[in-house]
């Protein structure tokens, strides 16, 4: 029996830096901005009714994703539309993922947005990565081209982290990197403990 892993957490909380603690177990881990991309990359599935949806989000064959936000900003029903086109296929990309690591233990499912989703996948629990206010702030402003007001317009759209934090099966500390190496440890010896 696979134990299916949401793995969560606001911007800056050092959560892409969690799931690779999981794949250095050697946990799958499908990550939710990852299928994104691959989606948007020429070739990708979502390319062609995206571009037709958004025809100058197409840039040499694939979705850019700045232009995609800017056809977004004018328009304020286009994020709906986005999403009906988006999030199927990134359920199948989810769906295959799984169907490939079906004889896994456990297996992690990356995804930013999980508690905002309208349709979140079925889980078996949720671990929530978190710091105080001040390091998330650091981390995120540290990104090149990163703002104060950008990162509050982000966070704006997101839940609470104490939300967040109470709704959580588990709660992994990234305050230091040893702190979340032990939380995730703890997670994979009670969930899959013959991994």
Not at 8 to 21: E, L, P
Not at 124 to 136: M, P
């Amino acid at each position: 029996m696979t134990f299916r892993l949401g793995l969560t957490g606001s911007i800056g909380m050092g959560k892409s830096t969690t799931a690779q603690m999981f794949r250095d177990l050697g946990h799958p881990v499908w990550d939710a901005d990852q299928a994104v991309h691959r989606l948007y990359a020429p070739g990708g599935s979502a390319v062609a009714p995206v571009a037709a949806a958004f025809p100058t989000a197409l840039v040499q064959g694939g979705i850019d994703r700045g232009a995609l936000r800017t056809a977004l900003a004018a328009d304020p029903a286009a994020l709906a539309r986005l999403e009906g086109i988006v999030h199927p296929l990134v359920a199948r990309d989810r769906q295959d993922f799984l169907a490939r690591h079906v004889g896994a233990p456990l297996v992690v499912l990356d995804i930013p947005l999980l508690f905002e989703s309208a349709h979140p996948p079925d889980l078996d629990g949720v671990a929530v990565v978190s710091t105080n206010s001040a390091t998330q702030a650091a981390r995120v402003l540290a990104r090149p081209g990163m703002t104060r007001d950008t990162l509050a317009m982000i966070l704006a759209r997101q839940m609470p982290d104490a939300d967040k934090r109470a709704r959580a099966d588990w709660i992994i500390p990234t305050d230091s990197l040893d702190g979340a190496r032990a939380a995730v440890a703890r997670i994979v010896n009670e969930v899959a403990p013959h991994a």
